[in-house]
C-alpha cells in the first residue's frame, strides 16, 4: 500500500458542509490529503467563508462571465493546474460538466450525490425517495463519468428511511453519513486501495463481510 498526499481541488457552488468535511479530515496530520483550492462557480457563496476561516485558498470563477462551457471550464482546469491539484472533488457544484472536461480529469475526478446510486440520479433525492416509500436510502462517492451522477462506486452510505421523515430531516440525517464517506473516498484513494476495473471500483484490503441492515427491524 502506497500511500500519496493528495492535492485537493474542491468545487462548490453553495453551502460547502461536505468542503467542510474535508478540510476538517485534513486537519488530521495523518491525513493523506490536503485542501490546495476552492473554487465556486457562485461569487458568495458559505462554503467560499468556510474554506478562507480555515485558510484555505479560494477562487471564484463565475461561469456567467464565460461565452460558454468550453471558456469556463478552461479557466477552472487552469486553476486547478496551477494549483498542482492531484483530485478534484465536487461539493455541491451545481453545474454539468463537458465530455471534455471529464476526460481530462479521467479518474482524477470524483461526486458526492444524496442517494444510493444507481437509484434517484438528479435533484430533489430525498423527496423522491420517500414518495416512492423506499425502506433505505443513503449517499454516494463515485468517480465521475460525462453521463449525469454515472461513474464508478467508491463508498456508499445507506440511510434507513423512517416513518416521520420529511425531506429536510431525511437530508440531514443522510448529510450526516456524507460527511463520513466524502473523507474516507479520498483517503482509500491516497492510500492506493482504490482500483477501477471497468464500470466497477475495487477495493484492496477489505476482507470484511458486511452484516445485514433490515428495515423495519425483523424483531417488530
Ligand atoms: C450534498 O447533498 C451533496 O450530496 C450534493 O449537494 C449537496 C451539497 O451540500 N451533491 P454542501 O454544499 O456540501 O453542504
Given at each position: 500500500?502506497?500511500?500519496?498526499?493528495?492535492?485537493?481541488?474542491?468545487?462548490?457552488?453553495?453551502?460547502?458542509?461536505?468542503?467542510?468535511?474535508?478540510?476538517a479530515?485534513?486537519?488530521?496530520?495523518?491525513?493523506?490529503?490536503?485542501?490546495?483550492?476552492?473554487?465556486?462557480?457562485?461569487?458568495?457563496?458559505?462554503?467560499?467563508?468556510?474554506?478562507?476561516?480555515?485558510?484555505?485558498?479560494?477562487?471564484v470563477?463565475?461561469?456567467?462571465?464565460?461565452?460558454?462551457?468550453?471558456?469556463?471550464?478552461?479557466?477552472?482546469?487552469e486553476?486547478?493546474?496551477?494549483?498542482?491539484?492531484?483530485?478534484?472533488?465536487?461539493?455541491?457544484f451545481?453545474?454539468?460538466?463537458?465530455?471534455?472536461?471529464?476526460?481530462?480529469?479521467?479518474?482524477?475526478?470524483?461526486?458526492?450525490?444524496?442517494s444510493l446510486?444507481?437509484?434517484?440520479?438528479g435533484?430533489?433525492?430525498?423527496?423522491?425517495?420517500?414518495?416512492?416509500?423506499?425502506?433505505?436510502?443513503?449517499?454516494?462517492?463515485?468517480?465521475?463519468?460525462?453521463?449525469?451522477?454515472?461513474?464508478?462506486?467508491?463508498?456508499?452510505?445507506?440511510?434507513?428511511?423512517?416513518?416521520?421523515?420529511?425531506?429536510?430531516?431525511?437530508?440531514?440525517?443522510?448529510?450526516?453519513?456524507?460527511?463520513?464517506?466524502?473523507?474516507?473516498?479520498?483517503?482509500?484513494i491516497?492510500?492506493?486501495?482504490?482500483g477501477?476495473?471497468?464500470?466497477?471500483?475495487?477495493?484492496?484490503?477489505?476482507?470484511?463481510?458486511?452484516?445485514?441492515?433490515?428495515?423495519?427491524?425483523?424483531?417488530?
Amino acid at each position: 500500500m502506497t500511500t500519496k498526499h493528495l492535492r485537493l481541488g474542491v468545487l462548490i457552488s453553495g453551502r460547502g458542509s461536505n468542503l467542510q468535511s474535508l478540510i476538517a479530515a485534513c486537519a488530521d496530520p495523518t491525513f493523506p490529503a490536503e485542501v490546495a483550492l476552492v473554487i465556486s462557480n457562485i461569487p458568495g457563496v458559505a462554503g467560499l467563508d468556510r474554506a478562507a476561516e480555515a485558510g484555505v485558498t479560494t477562487a471564484v470563477i463565475d461561469h456567467t462571465a464565460y461565452a460558454g462551457r468550453d471558456s469556463f471550464e478552461t479557466a477552472v482546469t487552469e486553476a486547478l493546474a496551477a494549483a498542482d491539484v492531484d483530485l478534484i472533488c465536487l461539493a455541491g457544484f451545481m453545474r454539468l460538466l463537458t465530455p471534455g472536461f471529464v476526460s481530462r480529469w479521467h479518474d482524477r475526478l470524483i461526486n458526492i450525490h444524496p442517494s444510493l446510486l444507481p437509484a434517484y440520479k438528479g435533484l430533489h433525492t430525498h423527496q423522491r425517495a420517500l414518495a416512492d416509500g423506499v425502506r433505505f436510502t443513503g449517499c454516494t462517492v463515485h468517480f465521475v463519468r460525462s453521463d449525469m451522477d454515472a461513474g464508478p462506486i467508491i463508498v456508499q452510505a445507506a440511510v434507513p428511511t423512517l416513518p416521520s421523515d420529511t425531506p429536510d430531516i431525511l437530508s440531514e440525517r443522510v448529510l450526516e453519513n456524507e460527511h463520513v464517506i466524502y473523507p474516507q473516498a479520498v483517503r482509500l484513494i491516497a492510500e492506493g486501495r482504490v482500483g477501477i476495473d471497468g464500470t466497477r471500483v475495487v477495493i484492496d484490503d477489505f476482507n470484511t463481510p458486511p452484516t445485514a441492515v433490515i428495515n423495519p427491524p425483523p424483531n417488530i
